[in-house]
């Protein structure tokens, strides 16, 4: 909204966390085309380095708020938070990626250097109002995620996820970047904080729709899912648990960030039209995931059905509700987070398969995976004393306080059905004797990493306000724009 | 002393998973045996005077910006509750020393029913409905694991249906519990989850009967009330005694409290409006069961069903909504958590010592065992409700309470009790009389006998000396008439 162009100098500081992994990937990325492949000791080492920096960063930065490089860029709390939790998530991801893809014979350096730029993309993606920025970090981050899937290049499956992922992955970005030309049609701003100033017209009817839909893609809402679990199940099992954590987080916030801009008589219909998407994502996705066999087509599905409770949060429209759509994001990243990094750690060991009938026994195989990931199944569940209980808990909260009763009810029969595949799994776990002798055994790292995990879902369940806080200060922060 | 108690229970089933696997019996025994201590202790520093006031009240902020904080006190209703916590949970620990069924996995198997405790001890002495709701949770998941681990036959298809059961009604009572908060925000400008706080709310009549019903969902499975019964047999039925001990003896008991605690107190205009309902309920709920008792062929599932049936008098002696009443339910409440934990223990030892729960197998074979035949004959009549057994004060006061409404429903609850002697007897007749028995059988001896006398020998001391129990709630049910009076102008 400038009068006049005056020339900006760019506030570096706030933007130096995602500089930093930049500069990082970077290096990497000129460092493996000057030695032809860079050695994985240097890859892990220099991404390590760059992630924590880039923590530092943020904790240096923390509770700063301002604009840069002509309000393309916002820092405020909500991105601070979000992207924390993303560098977080993708510095554990490197613990556990490498044992992975030497058992399957797929090493290669690409992985180093895509994992910082896909990070970029989302880091962006949680810190801006630009259409013009959010769709080019969206196909950052989603070009890192096709390349990452299709990392098993022996693999068939992994080709395919990669192939479907691509295509409806590209629709997805056609159809949100249509809808953005269309809001830009209607407000002559790309800004979408000016986006809805300008009352209601049939363009920014059209645009809001086609925006949703190419989130909805990405998000794997129903019914635009259909991609998701191939994808999920297609990637090796690192990436996935990457997507679906850090993808999932990156493209719910802008959404998030979009909910308080949105005022008026539109706001009805678009919450509306949420609340249906929620509903049947919840139902569709929960009945769908009773049938699978596959430990990790099954998570895909839960994954599905934990969009549809954000989206239940979102569709309140209310400071409750994107509360505890923030908070229930943070909780669902984390827990299946671990849980897929449970299966990945489970499928070096030779007789292995993703099927749910190896869990059989888990308990007597390994105690050690076995009680991360019961942990985390219970999580999923929504039960107490761990953080997916409390996320749970403040979707009903803000449910009941906007009265959609129709909609709670809806959840609960949804969280009902889930209770059905989880039990299932936790049964296979610790009721049942294990039908082969496997030998697992967890190194004394990843033992500790996945206990600091397990723990981290348990007393973020006791004590939430450490989760609860900042998440709470940064929706304020939207809303009191 | 609560947090003391909690804190207790948390460490010491945490500490069960570090200890040799040979020991943790005798550390899980010591925990047990120390809450135990602790919740008699507190009973020198608990005011009579004053039972229907919350004592030993502490708060910590839990997220404050919503009101929940683990606010933590009891008067003298939830002391009895806790009283039946801690003697049960020693008890079923104690018996589970010398039963095979659970000899594996001991580490896990003690510290699950740690954890039920902790949970058990929670629900009956949290004063925030979320803090309630976490702690009501909190037992789910170890009862599951110990039906689903060392349960009997079918235990991964029972223990699966308890969690189903429980987990998706208590979704309701977890919405219920939010619909609340935030009304209690529209009226006063910020949340609370607050007991204290959410009573002195005036809800709408509309809003008021919805959230009750969300909590009856919850509760009346819980407890359960007839419709909703069925996954307490298979659950009770294939558990470990152990297990169905605590499920018997405590976990029913935090439906019939809640209903007690919340639903008449926070929703006292709907509570008065639906007397009827809920006390007929109560009665169809005992006669039904009791009629499905007598139709069982396996031991524990009989108890099993009398179970439901002694729930019937919980429910409908609380709702006739007069002190009499309320006292009942209390009074029946404890009897039936001492008796029905013997009757599961009884059936325990006959399986321990026949291998099945076939109830035509297991004809006549306490005259084998003559002090495990003494022991289950006092915890049998205390059921039955003779006097001088502890169930007779619970029936009794009901049968007055009912008078006080009319004559004819007396006489109904007259009959349902009768209905629940027939099949008390019915199985003394088949474990007592018609033996042929030529097989010799242990007698029961050791930890076994010991817990059994800690379940049986307050059973005949509270039906011979009914005002020591009393002492805790007698304020306590005037105070919840009076509370009631003074809102809706109930009789």
């Not at chain 1, 820092?75 to 993708?90: C, K, Y």
């Not at chain 1, 556990?96 to 880091?123: C, D, Q, T």
């Not at chain 1, 395919?160 to 970047?177: N, R």
Request: charged share 10%; with cysteine; hydrophobic share 55%.
């Amino acid at each position: 909204m400038q009068e006049f162009i005056t020339i900006e100098i760019p506030d570096l500081l706030l933007l130096m966390p995602e500089l930093i992994v930049l500069f990082t990937g970077f290096l990497i990325f000129t460092l493996d085309l000057a030695f032809r492949r860079v050695s994985h000791i240097v890859g892990i080492s220099l991404s390590s380095a760059g992630y924590i920096a880039s923590i530092m960063a943020l904790l240096l930065i923390y509770g700063k708020r301002g604009e840069t490089l002509y309000g393309l860029y916002v820092r405020d709390g909500l991105s601070t938070t979000f992207q924390l939790l993303l560098v977080f998530l993708t510095l554990a991801l490197l613990v556990f990626f490498y044992p992975y893809f030497k058992k399957r014979l797929s090493l290669y350096p690409e992985f180093y250097y895509i994992l910082n730029f896909s990070l970029v993309g989302a880091m962006f993606l949680v810190s801006s109002y630009n259409l013009i920025v959010l769709y080019v970090a969206l196909e950052a981050v989603s070009i890192g995620f096709y390349i990452l899937t299709a990392l098993l290049r022996g693999d068939f499956q992994s080709k395919e996820g990669a192939l479907k992922y691509l295509i409806l992955g590209g629709l997805s970005i056609a159809l949100a970047s249509y809808g953005a030309g269309f809001m830009y049609l209607h407000s002559g701003s790309l800004d979408l904080r000016n986006v809805f100033l300008y009352g209601q017209s049939d363009a920014l009817i059209l645009g809001l729709v086609f925006l949703m839909v190419g989130f909805a893609i990405k998000l794997g809402a129903v019914p635009f899912h259909f991609w998701l679990p191939d994808a999920y199940q297609g990637a090796p099992t690192p990436i996935t648990a990457f997507m679906a954590s850090v993808g999932k987080v990156a493209f719910f916030v802008p959404i998030l960030r979009m909910m308080p801009l949105i005022q008026g008589e539109i706001l009805r219909e678009w919450t509306l039209a949420i609340a249906t998407v929620s509903a049947i994502t919840m139902i569709y996705a929960n009945l769908v995931a009773l049938n699978q066999t596959d430990i990790k087509r099954l998570l895909a599905y839960s994954s599905i059905a934990n969009t549809g409770y954000v989206l239940a949060g979102i569709s309140t429209a209310s400071k409750t509700g994107l509360k505890a759509a923030g908070f229930f994001l943070i909780a669902y990243a984390i827990t299946s987070f671990v849980s897929f990094i449970v299966v990945a750690l489970l499928e070096r060991f030779n007789d292995f398969k993703t099927e749910i009938e190896a869990f059989l026994g888990l308990r007597n195989i390994s105690p050690a995976y076995a009680s991360v990931l019961a942990i985390s199944i219970i999580s999923l569940l929504g039960v107490p004393p761990t953080v997916g209980f409390v996320a749970k808990a403040l979707i009903f909260l803000s449910l009941a306080e906007s009265k959609l009763w129709l909609l709670a009810t809806v959840m609960i029969v949804a969280t009902g059905i889930s209770a059905g595949y989880y039990l299932k799994l936790l049964s296979k776990m610790f009721m049942f004797e294990p039908k082969s002798s496997m030998n697992v055994k967890p190194s004394a790292f990843e033992r500790l990493t996945l206990s600091i995990f397990g723990l981290l879902l348990v007393l973020l369940g006791i004590l939430p306000i450490f989760l609860f806080e900042p998440v709470s200060k940064s929706v304020e922060a939207i809303l009191s724009r | 002393m609560l947090s003391s108690l909690l804190i207790t229970c948390l460490l010491g089933a945490l500490l069960s998973l570090a200890i040799k696997e040979s020991l943790v019996k005798f550390w899980a025994l010591f925990v047990s045996s120390l809450t135990l201590i602790i919740v008699f202790a507190g009973l020198f520093w608990f005011d009579f005077s004053r039972a229907e006031s919350f004592q030993f009240v502490e708060s910590y902020a839990v997220i404050k910006e919503l009101g929940v904080s683990l606010h933590l006190g009891v008067d003298g209703f939830s002391y009895v509750m806790l009283i039946l916590t801690a003697l049960t949970s020693f008890a079923s620990i104690l018996w589970s020393f010398s039963d095979y069924q659970v000899s594996k996995r001991q580490k896990e198997y003690y510290f699950w029913l740690l954890l039920t405790e902790l949970g058990l001890i929670g629900v009956f002495s949290s004063l925030d409905l979320i803090v309630f709701y976490v702690f009501y949770e909190l037992t789910l998941i170890p009862m599951f694991f110990v039906i689903g681990i060392w349960g009997y036959s079918k235990r991964v298809y029972s223990a699966t249906k308890f969690f189903i059961y429980i987990f998706v009604s208590s979704l309701f009572l977890l919405l219920g519990i939010t619909a609340l908060a935030s009304y209690h925000a529209f009226q006063r400008g910020y949340y609370s989850f607050s007991y204290l706080e959410l009573m002195n709310l005036r809800l709408e009549p509309g809003f008021e009967l919805f959230v009750f019903l969300l909590f009856l969902i919850a509760f009346a499975v819980k407890t359960p009330l007839v419709p909703f019964h069925t996954w307490l047999p298979d659950a009770h039925g294939d558990a470990p005694t152990a297990g169905s001990v605590l499920l018997a003896a405590v976990l029913l008991k935090m439906g019939t409290y809640a209903l007690l605690r919340f639903n008449i107190m926070l929703f006292p205009q709907v509570s008065t409006a639906l007397v009827p309902v809920m006390v007929l309920w109560g009665i169809l709920s005992i006669v039904f069961s009791a009629w499905f008792t007598l139709s069982q062929t396996n031991v524990k599932r009989f108890v099993a069903y009398s179970s439901i049936s002694h729930m019937g008098f919980v429910i409908s002696a609380m709702f006739m909504l007069n002190s009499v009443g309320i006292k009942a339910s209390i009074t029946e409440m404890f009897a039936h958590g001492l008796t029905s934990a013997g009757f599961f223990m009884m059936a325990g030892l006959i399986y321990s010592r026949l291998n099945t729960f076939d109830l035509s197998t297991s004809k006549g074979s306490l005259i084998k065992m003559p002090a495990f035949a003494i022991l289950v004959g006092m915890i049998a009549f205390s059921s039955m409700g003779l006097p001088g057994g502890s169930s007779f004060w619970g029936k009794f006061l009901t049968i007055l309470a009912a008078r006080q409404y009319s004559t004819n429903l007396a006489i109904l609850v007259l009959l349902a009790a009768f209905f629940s002697a027939i099949y008390v007897l019915y199985l003394v007749k088949n474990l007592y009389l018609d033996s042929k028995r030529e097989d010799n059988l242990k007698d029961v001896s050791g930890s076994t006998l010991y817990s059994m006398i800690i379940m049986s020998a307050p059973a005949i001391m509270v039906g011979l000396l009914p005002f020591l129990l009393f002492l805790f709630y007698d304020s306590y049910s005037e105070y919840v008439i009076s509370y009631l009076l003074k809102l809706s102008g109930v009789r």
